[in-house]
């Protein structure tokens, strides 16, 4: 296509891709049960006492590409919720395995596999499945809701000391980049955690380990942080109570303004 003035295209408002993960029992699915009647891409158990919610039970990367096929015809969901990708990651490794004709991740990639290559193997059947989510976001008007828990792992900054953070569980360092970037939304799900009594030296390092108090209390936090992945492209809360009411509230807001 060559470009011209005359093929300029504007901007429209399309409904929004959350990745909500957090720690493991703290409402995720919950939360995804309650969003505008969706229909679930169930990876592993969380519909759990979750009466009367639509879903289908995904046990293979071709269960994903059927569903996500039959969601292109008509029908009155709104949103189609992925619970979680965390679970699924080994079924698409699986099928990377078949499509490579081996037995271990470790052989898959060019004259024998090693040095990570199944990492970028793996790029391409990712993409698969964000862009038939997408297409259901543009051509079925579908919000797009994917789940996940979360790890702590260790991160290297070139400019500053190693630190732990949570990220999402994926093995696939690759593939989690290319999920926070393409989300709209990434919401980090945990309790609130106050310290009390730890003390510091005078360059700031810890020298007494502080005691942990919690009261309970759920929160999503929906700006990064340092110990946590979090983001979001509409001008929403750094953080919310984790309930689908103050989310979906959080958006009507700033639709209004």
Known sequence: MS????????SSSLPPRDLLYGTQGIGKSTLGSLVPNPVFL???DGLLGLQGVDHWEI????DIVDAITALHEEHAFQTVVLDTVTAFEPMLHRHLLELWHTDSIDKVGANGGGFYKW??????LWQEILDGLDSLRLNRGMRITLIGHSIDKEIKPPEADPYRKYTIDLL???????IYR???????????INVTGATRDKRGQVTKAGRAIGSGERVMYLSERPA??????????????????????AFNHTEEE
């Not at 989300?183 to 799900?189: E, Q, S, T, W």
């Open 182 to 192: 393409w989300a709209d939304v990434v919401g980090f799900c945990n309790y609130r």
């Open 59 to 62: 046990r293979s990367y071709q």
């Open 119 to 124: 990492r970028n193997e793996a790029l391409p």
């Open 3 to 10: 470009i011209s003035l005359e093929n300029l295209k504007k």
């Open 172 to 178: 696939n360092d690759k593939a989690a980049s290319m």
């Open 228 to 249: 946590f992945y979090a983001k979001n492209r509409f001008d929403l809360p750094d953080e919310v109570a984790l309930n689908c009411h103050e989310y979906l509230n």
């Open 42 to 44: 169930a990876t592993e």
